[in-house]
């Protein structure tokens, strides 16, 4: 061991943040640390002013809403998309807020998964979220085939990571569709985009990724790298809030395709109250939508985007890349003897926002730092997701969750406790 930190270190790191006022934007509760902002991401006052904004609005001129004030809900998921669209590396038109990740992957693969002839497979991989799954079975299965044979889960050799060589070995000439995560839910790998999407283009294969675990912690270049398309919620990083609207990404090369779940909401704005039985769609991403926009699900995104906007994406993936840093050297240094391990991968350009350690007590210590006012992320059977998030968290809080760590391993508090989880977890 080279360096040995300490809590007036981690202090001095706070000092020299130029991210640390927007701290004050959100409700963190007082002896509280909250590590768990990439599964709900904390309310912002703006955001919460945005929501009571869009009640008086409903209040005041109720159906008038839709096309008054100063954002008109007929246009607000354009507009948020349009908003959104830089931290995408996005044009503005090829951004809709819309959907849940799961309702947007199945408008996706509805609409690019096009199986014929020898192409009639799905690429997925085997660490994948399991509603991805989920809907990729059953596209699947609506054209009429067997995900046993159709959906191709890349295996993975470590049970942590998957290679990015053993996904481009799998784009054989029988693959349609490409769908994979930006982010690995559990161990955070971040995959290369960049060149997944070029060797899926080399051998003619569309690709899009979910990005619930990158957008709003990390920067992204979809029209550059060509991706076809992409999807994520808004409530993790984004912090929308329970339920939140999410969103999706179509590249303009696709716009004009026909919407694989068409409804009134994938209208070109101005025929849309045509009332025609022939959709006319819209030129852009918009086309992607069904109906009726979830307005109060979607208003917290008009005070939690210009946040994002102000502190510049690519200072948060700075900072936080240095809170991960900072508590995976605390980890080593602190917990080396307490049979912790770090299953994110270590590197600053393959790790995402959150830190990934594993222990066979994982249950009952996330229970004891629970109770220690610290909030982590269990993942059955044995991990534990810690994710100091760059707007709200600070690295002495980083320094107090390992020293709770400690404490609760030295005194095995954890032990109290039963080993095992919860519903929701
Ligand atoms: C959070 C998450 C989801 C959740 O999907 P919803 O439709 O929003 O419930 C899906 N996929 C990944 C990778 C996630 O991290």
């Not at 769908?179 to 899009?208: F, M, N, W």
């Not at 982590?376 to 969750?401: H, M, Q």
């Amino acid at each position: 061991m080279t360096i040995t930190h300490s809590r007036e270190y981690a202090q001095k790191l706070d000092m020299e943040d130029s991210l640390a006022s927007f701290r004050r934007e959100f409700y963190v509760q007082e002896n509280s640390i909250y590590f768990d902002g990439n599964s709900l991401g904390l309310l912002s006052k703006r955001a919460e002013q945005a929501a009571l904004d869009l009640l008086a609005m409903w209040k005041q001129e109720g159906i008038g809403g839709w096309t008054g004030g100063e954002h008109p809900w007929f246009y607000l998921s354009e507009k948020l998309g349009t908003q959104m669209a830089p931290l995408l590396g996005a044009r503005p038109e090829e951004v809709v807020v819309t959907g849940s990740t799961t309702v947007n992957l199945h408008q996706l693969a509805g609409t690019f998964y096009k199986p014929s002839g020898r192409k009639t497979k799905i690429l997925a991989d085997s660490l994948t979220f399991p509603s991805d799954i989920y809907a990729l079975k059953s596209q699947i299965r609506l054209k009429g085939l067997d995900p046993d044979e159709h959906l191709v889960q890349v295996k993975s050799s470590d049970g942590h990571t998957i290679d990015e060589e053993k996904i481009i070995e799998a784009m054989t000439d029988e693959v349609a569709l490409i769908v994979l995560p930006s982010v690995l839910y559990r161990s955070c790998q971040l995959l290369d985009i960049k060149r997944l999407t070029k060797e899926a283009h080399k051998r003619g294969i569309v690709i899009g990724f979910d990005l619930c675990h990158s957008i709003g912690s990390l920067p992204h270049e979809l029209s550059d790298w060509g991706v076809d398309f992409a999807f994520w919620c808004t409530y993790k990083h984004l912090n929308s809030g329970p339920g939140g609207v999410g969103a999706l990404y179509v590249n303009e090369k696709h716009f004009g395709a026909e919407p694989g779940l068409a409804g009134w909401f994938s209208s070109h704005k101005d025929r849309q109250f045509d009332m025609k039985h022939t959709l006319t769609p819209a030129e852009d991403a918009g086309a992607f939508q069904i109906g009726t926009p979830h307005v109060l699900s979607t208003a917290p995104l008009l005070g939690s985007l210009p946040i994002f906007e102000e502190a510049g994406i690519e200072n948060i993936r700075r900072k936080s890349l240095k809170l991960t840093r900072f508590l995976m050297e605390l980890v080593d240094q602190e917990l080396h003897s307490y049979g912790f391990h770090i299953r994110n991968p270590l590197e600053d350009e393959r790790r995402g926002g959150h830190i990934y350690l594993e222990h066979p007590e994982a249950a009952r210590i996330c229970r004891a730092l629970k109770e220690a006012g610290i909030v982590p992320d269990f993942r059955s059977p044995k991990g534990i997701r810690l994710a100091p998030v760059a707007l709200y968290n600070t690295f002495t809080e980083v320094w107090d969750c390992v020293q709770a760590l400690k404490d609760i391993m030295e005194k095995e508090t954890y032990k109290k406790f039963k080993n095992e989880r919860g519903v929701v977890a």
